[in-house]
């Protein structure tokens, strides 16, 4: 079956850290990936997806993602973190138009 | 900026009630989602439609859940009666692609809804 696995439900990162939030995939063939945030009380926005091409996609707010095929991830990275960051994280996964969401890593930020 | 509108923001109700919920997608767009997420989890697919038609409910609990767009354009997913078990976020999105061709989905503020 279809899956996708995010292993951290919650991270805290220091203001101006770097940020690196984890998302593994289970498809028979290589899915398009992407990666959404969710504000308090809001719907979800993407930030960046991978379809094929240059496995490093850069997306929107500085965020960037990885594709590795040898280890079905697809990681998303900031370099320095702004407390605006903080929010829940979903990575997804899709083989046509039905998406496939992870179970989300909050992120905390401390000033 | 188009926007996918979802009404009402929160519902409270009892169980074994009716509640409705309105999505309004961004005009033009043929194929609308629901999904239903549960705290703590990622959104789950409920129901798809693309124009009027359904294209998938197999996750829809039908005995209770019902999903419909009269008109191609906005719809309107209904549970009678709630259950405890059905407090979550439901959202809706819309794309502009046909069903089975992947197009961006834009995402509703969705509809929290907690049944005591």
């Known amino acids: 079956a279809q899956s996708v696995t995010q292993p951290d439900i919650h991270i805290t990162v220091s203001e101006g850290a770097s940020l690196e939030l984890r998302c593994n995939y289970s498809?028979?063939?290589?899915?398009?990936l992407f990666w959404y945030v969710q504000s308090p009380g809001q719907g979800l926005q993407l930030l960046l997806k991978?379809?094929?091409?240059?496995?490093l996609v850069q997306g929107i707010k500085g965020f960037e993602a990885e594709f590795k095929r040898s280890q079905s991830s697809f990681n998303l990275r900031k370099p320095s973190v702004h407390w605006s960051d903080a929010a829940e994280y979903f990575c997804a996964g899709s083989s046509g138009d039905k998406l496939t969401f992870g179970t989300g890593t909050r992120l905390a930020v401390r000033p | 900026e188009a926007e996918v509108a979802q009404s009402p923001r929160y519902k409270i109700t009892e169980k074994s009630q009716a509640v409705a919920f309105w999505c309004d997608p961004i005009s033009g767009h043929a194929t609308l989602y629901w999904y239903r997420q549960i705290l703590g989890q990622g959104p789950e697919l409920l129901v798809q439609f693309q124009d009027e038609s359904v294209v998938d409910d197999s996750q829809l609990p039908k005995d209770r859940f019902s999903a419909e767009r009269l008109k191609g354009v906005d719809s309107t997913l209904k549970i009678q009666p709630a259950e405890l078990g059905d407090s979550a976020m439901y959202l809706c999105?819309?794309?502009?692609?046909?069903?089975?061709?992947?197009?961006?989905?834009?995402f509703g503020p969705g509809t929290r809804l907690t049944v005591l």
């Open positions: 498809y028979g063939a290589t899915p398009y």
């Open positions: 999105a819309s794309s502009s692609g046909l069903a089975g061709n992947y197009n961006e989905q834009f």
């Open positions: 991978y379809f094929s091409g240059d496995t």
